[in-house]
């Protein structure tokens, strides 16, 4: 079942959000969702991961650009292990491959709206969506319950999967091993929480009821990114997101 999957957090504790909900909602056009798959481990990775952070301050920033960092579990093994590193996230990257939507599983690896992107390294400016229609995403989040909704432009046959990220920012790290040793990583948009959920088959449309959401939320929770994809592919059609006030957890 798609529900087990990959809801995987580094501490649980419980808190809600305040009675104000907040509203994340996408334009018509698709926003870029950028997703970055790096280590603590990775010597070339750091650079990546400052580039990411970047985007805190970008005006374009969750309308337009949805970045999210994916800390794989590969790098392990090598000297340094990555408290944010999942096994599930490895095998995101994996599927990718599997899908010829990346040629390589390597670090640190961009993927933009579902497609390997090494603009990167050339030190290209990030390519936007933003005259593709693709429909609008809407979540509400109420006291940790979540209702969402995707509205797409053209008629979608295939039942969808809502993705939800939970991420972490100005996470430090000091490194005592590895190709990193000595260093002090800061993080981003570190996703710390990730799970797939189906959308409700008893109901019109593409929508999605969930309960209890802030049971399982990280202290370090700031920021909150949303896709939808079909069942069978990870290429995310439309994506929303936002930071979470942390004074109304």
Request: hydrophobic content about 35%; proline content about 4%; charged content about 20%.
């Amino acid at each position: 079942m798609i529900k087990r999957l990959c809801f995987i957090f580094l501490l649980v504790i419980n808190f809600s959000l305040d009675a104000s909900a907040l509203e994340l909602r996408s334009s018509t056009q698709q926003t870029t969702l950028l997703e970055l798959y790096t280590s603590e481990g990775c010597s070339s990775c750091p650079p990546a991961d400052r580039w990411l952070s970047h985007f805190k301050n970008d005006t374009r920033l969750w309308q337009q650009i949805v970045p999210v960092a994916f800390h794989v579990d590969y790098w392990n093994r090598l000297g340094w292990r990555d408290r944010f590193s999942n096994a599930a996230y490895t095998a995101r990257q994996q599927n990718y491959q599997r899908h010829n939507y990346v040629n390589v599983v390597y670090t640190p690896g961009f993927v933009r709206n579902g497609r390997e992107w090494r603009g990167w390294f050339e030190q290209q400016p990030l390519p936007l969506n933003n005259t593709k229609d693709v429909g609008v995403l809407t979540a509400n989040i109420d006291k940790g319950d979540i209702q969402a909704e995707f509205m797409p432009n053209q008629p979608v046959k295939s039942l969808l999967l809502l993705n939800i990220a939970l991420l972490g920012f100005d996470q430090t790290t000091d490194i005592s091993r590895g190709e990193n040793r000595g260093k002090k990583l800061n993080h981003d948009f570190v996703v710390i929480g990730f799970r797939q959920f189906e959308q409700n088959t008893d109901s019109q449309g593409h929508q999605w009821q969930l309960s209890g959401i802030s049971e399982y939320m990280p202290a370090e929770t700031r920021g909150i990114a949303i896709w939808v994809t079909t069942e069978n592919d990870p290429t995310p059609i439309q994506a929303t997101g936002g930071f979470l006030d942390v004074k109304k957890l």
